[in-house]
């Protein structure tokens, strides 16, 4: 399927209604501004909060605190986000820096700023705060489960493998925290309604769970049209429809836009005051009163038999939580990309006090396989193997732990065509001098990431003049998922993009699956293809009854929808238009993915990352000259978006490599680049020749063909770079961002002449 994007046009002439942008007009309201007071310190209690010189300024309509905020029942929290474990403005508490302690209420986004500039803090502060690792021993302990993934898991005795492996490997690998940073700060508007429900203006990754969670804080509860599970989950709580929770476009997301703060935050502040209010973030709130993917440490040692098959996989991550119940599942995909013996994982978790943290792309397994790849080549070089060959020989041709045959699996031709693509056969010796003077390296690394499909429900209405409604509480964040779904729609109806039409609903007439961990698009089109299929089977029951259809006494079977014909496997057909005029529209209800997917069959998406590093011998400045992915993604729906997508994830993973870091202040425990200032990202000067090439057919393998593909291509990008540079130079890095000071360490212990006798 090819075309343009769905909301391509709206977004370039300006009509996309992002939330911070919306005007009077769109609303039907004028809204009053919220903004947020912060606390600058990380621990303690707050004494007092002065607020009348603010309530003095004109404009200024109030201002809440711990004190008079209304109280908030206890959320459930599907997405461990921070209001599951601490509700805003409910304690005068301080767990972390940046906590918002008040809120400013105010006609004009001036009056607020005023206000909070004008609002004083008596704080009573308590002990240092702790916000990283390595002064957080004493806060570590073990956990059975980190997050969504395991935080133990065993599988043979590892230690005595590890004891009588040929050859072995111990080092120890270090992960920043860092923040998504998108371009929208973003802002949520909130507005109390004659009926006692509330209606919501967000944009968000999961309309259902964050529906839920406004719901529950505010005493309404919610369970319209959830499936069973989650009905189990909330049994007791009711919302009839009060919650109208309307999803805008994102400018970006990366996992933040999940349970944030200001969903409720928003609504709190409307029923103080008694009118319509837009919460407004500022680019420092959003390192605070959003998520981060937080730090973690892992000790990997491998053990490998003389022929290179892993014998053993011990792996033992430190993971650093904040406020929230969300911890970075490190342990979840190690032990599932290579063939092993043995294996054993320990985690242990650290409370520190830290906002909480939260999805990013490629959860868990971004940090892990930075680490396991790093780990496979220093077991390739100590047999003096071909990093690649290594890959090959360890390659898992069923799941590893569950030995369940993959649904499908192309990672060797990934492989192949990454390597031919970088001509990783024919690469010059590591360390050789190229015209310029610099060093040249070249690395490459696996990914993987679960193919995870979550539950979704879908009305799909075929009118009598054959067009196609759809009403999904989807969350476009510029990955594409309109136009993926109408795309999808238009193939299994037969009928063109331009009678398809998908609404996004503000309600919860369908439960939609969330754009997260790369399931939005696959999850809610198995949902929908479920009820189209299931409109084929009841058209084609009447036209069977009907003697003036072809189908008339035809044997039952399944029926397809193709060209604007409904056909039978016989060929037997009839025009869609006839059909529906005949016997009125046609709606029904699809669901897909009540058991999470479960299946008979391990489900993952891989992929092959390669790249060509220039070094200075003298400096260790690095330029990545080209970086290749090669991805395991099945049927690609829509070639230049896949790219899109693709391509970013790859620069993001870059990012993750060379330079994105949140610092922190040991003393008050604030982030101290909390601005786009100062929190790097990469730029075009950092980006050479960025190429994605897709490989992999599922050829029926699940219905609709395709795999997730967003988290998986920011997996190996990190350990790609980082296996360049050691190519180059000899030096290994263990530490992400592989900043200046990180590559003086890795190359400080070489012997002095390592370098120079490298590039002659």
């Not at 240092?128 to 806060?139: G, N, T, Y």
């Not at 360390?431 to 979704?456: C, E, H, K, V």
Request: glycine residues 10%; charged residues 20%.
């Amino acid at each position: 399927m090819r075309g343009h994007r769905i909301e391509g046009a709206d977004k370039v002439r300006g009509r996309a209604l992002f939330v911070d942008d919306l005007r009077d007009s769109d609303l039907g309201f004028v809204p009053l501004i919220a903004l947020a007071v912060t606390t600058p310190v990380g621990s303690g209690t707050v004494r007092a909060i002065r607020s009348a010189d603010a309530l003095a300024i004109p404009g200024v309509r109030a201002v809440i605190t711990h004190e008079n905020a209304p109280r908030l029942r206890k959320v459930i929290s599907l997405s461990m986000s921070e209001p599951g474990t601490r509700l805003p403005l409910q304690s005068a508490r301080i767990d972390y820096a940046g906590q918002i302690v008040a809120l400013v209420i105010a006609d004009t986004l001036q009056a607020a700023r005023d206000g909070v500039a004008s609002v004083g803090l008596e704080i009573d502060a308590g002990s240092a705060p702790v916000v990283i690792l390595a002064d957080a021993k004493a806060r570590l302990k073990s956990v059975k489960r980190a997050g969504i993934g395991p935080g133990r898991s065993r599988k043979g005795d590892a230690d005595a493998a590890l004891a009588g492996a040929a050859v072995t490997t111990d080092d120890t690998f270090h992960n920043a925290a860092h923040h998504q940073n998108p371009i929208e700060p973003g802002a949520v508007v909130a507005r109390w309604d004659p009926d006692g429900g509330v209606t919501v203006h967000a944009a968000v990754q999961w309309h259902h769970v964050d529906t839920m969670m406004i719901g529950q804080a505010f005493g309404f509860g919610w369970s319209d049209g959830l499936p069973g599970f989650l009905n189990r989950v909330l049994r007791k709580n009711r919302s009839e429809g009060k919650v109208r929770l309307n999803n805008h476009f994102s400018g970006g997301a990366f996992g933040r836009n999940i349970s944030y703060q200001a969903l409720l935050l928003a609504p709190m502040a409307a029923k103080v005051v008694g009118a319509p209010v837009k919460f407004i973030h500022t680019r420092r709130d959003t390192f605070s009163l959003m998520s981060h993917r937080s730090e973690a440490r892992q000790r990997l040692r491998l053990g490998g038999a003389a022929d290179g098959r892993l014998a053993a996989i011990v792996l033992e991550p430190d993971i650093a939580k904040g406020a929230a119940a969300f911890v970075e599942p490190v342990g979840e995909m190690p032990m599932q990309l290579y063939a092993h013996k043995t294996h054993r994982l320990t985690s242990q978790v650290a409370s520190l006090d830290l906002p909480g943290a939260g999805w990013m792309r490629g959860p868990g397994v971004a940090y892990a396989i930075f680490a396991l790849e790093q780990g496979m080549d220093r077991l390739a070089a100590e047999l003096r193997m071909d990093p690649l060959d290594i890959r090959l020989i360890n390659h898992a041709d069923v799941h590893p732990v569950s030995t369940k045959p993959w649904e499908a699996k192309a990672l060797r031709e990934a492989y192949d065509a990454g390597a031919a693509a970088i001509g990783w056969r024919d690469r010059p010796k590591g360390g050789t001098m190229r015209p310029d003077g610099r060093l040249t390296g070249y690395g490459m690394a696996s990914a993987i990431d679960l193919g995870r499909q979550f539950p979704a429900t879908a009305h799909v209405t075929l009118t009598a003049d054959a067009r196609v409604d759809v009403s999904l509480a989807v969350s476009e964040m510029g990955q594409g998922l309109l136009t993926g779904l109408t795309g999808l729609i238009s193939e299994m109806t037969g009928l063109p993009t331009d009678r398809v039409e998908l609404r996004r609903s503000a309600t919860t007439e369908s439960y939609a699956a969330g754009s997260i961990g790369s399931t939005g698009t696959y999850s809610n089109a198995a949902a929908i293809l479920d009820a189209v299929q299931r409109i084929t089977a009841g058209l084609l029951v009447k036209a069977r009854k009907d003697r003036a259809s072809p189908f008339y006494g035809r044997p039952s079977g399944l029926a397809r929808l193709m060209s604007d014909h409904l056909v039978l496997g016989d060929g037997t057909r009839a025009p869609l238009a006839d059909l529906l005029a005949r016997y009125g529209a046609q709606s029904a209800s699809g669901r897909a993915g009540l058991t999470f997917g479960a299946s008979a069959k391990a489900k993952a998406s891989f992929g092959a990352v390669f790249c060509e590093m220039a070094v200075d011998a003298v400096t260790l400045d690095i330029e990545v000259v080209r970086l290749i992915g090669a991805y395991d993604c099945g049927r690609v729906l829509q070639p230049a978006i896949a790219q899109a997508q693709l391509r970013g994830a790859m620069i993001m993973g870059l990012g993750q490599a060379l330079m994105e870091e949140t610092r922190l202040d040991r003393r008050t425990g604030a982030w101290t680049n909390a601005e786009l200032g100062e929190a790097l990202i990469p730029t075009q000067a950092d980006v050479g020749h960025l190429e994605a090439i897709t490989v992999g057919a599922l050829s029926g393998a699940n219905p609709l063909n395709f795999k997730g593909i967003a988290e998986t291509a920011i997996v190996g990008v990190a350990p790609a770079i980082a296996s360049a540079f050691a190519d180059a130079t000899g030096g290994q890095i263990r530490s992400l961002p592989m900043t200046h000071k990180e590559r003086l360490r890795a190359v400080r212990d070489l012997e002095p002449t390592t370098l120079k006798e490298s590039a002659e």
